[in-house]
Structures are given as structure tokens and as C-alpha cells.
């Protein structure tokens, strides 16, 4: 492992995470598909106050999906456990 990759593989994924939540980077992308679309440098300002709020918020989001995301991988561990079980049985 080079040393610092993991560290930033962390940053991209919530950096990335982010701009996904609302009021982020792909929000803003999702309002033009609904017709709000922008032209020069009005889009380009819609789109940095876009990941603005997403920095700001986006990582209160993610907070309070982490028991979530827990509960997630200890149902997917299970029900890998019990499918390969029932496969072995078979």
C-alpha cells in the first residue's frame, strides 16, 4: 500500500457523497432535468452554490445514515451466511 492512498480513497467518498446530497452538485443537475436549466455564468454560480450547501450539509447527512448503513451491512452479511447455508444443503 503507498502510503497516504487510504486517506485520500476517504476524502473522495465524501467529498463525492456530498455533492450527492441534497442541495449539492447533482441536486442542482437534477432541477435542470426537471426544465430549471441555466446559461453562462448563471449556471456555473447555481452549480458552485450547489456544492457550497452540499459541503455544508452533506456530511450531516451522511452522520445520520451511518446507523443505516450498519444495520445494511450486518443484514447483508446474514443473509450471505444463511444463502450459502442453503446452497451447501442442496
Known amino acids: 500500500m503507498i502510503a497516504g492512498v487510504e486517506p485520500l480513497r476517504v476524502l473522495a ?4 457523497d456530498g455533492q ?6 447533482l441536486w442542482e443537475f437534477h432541477d435542470m432535468q426537471a426544465g430549471y436549466f ?4 448563471r449556471l456555473w454560480n447555481k452549480l458552485a452554490g ?5 459541503l455544508q450539509i452533506g456530511w450531516l447527512v451522511m452522520a445520520f445514515s451511518i446507523p443505516y448503513n450498519i444495520l445494511g451491512l450486518v ?13 451447501r444443503a442442496n
Request: glycine share 22%.
Open 13 to 16: 467518498v465524501c467529498v463525492t
Open 50 to 54: 450547489g456544492a457550497w450547501t452540499g
Open 75 to 87: 443484514a447483508g452479511f446474514w443473509i450471505t451466511k444463511v444463502a450459502f447455508r442453503l446452497s
Open 38 to 41: 441555466l446559461t453562462g455564468s
Open 20 to 25: 450527492g446530497e441534497p442541495g449539492g452538485v
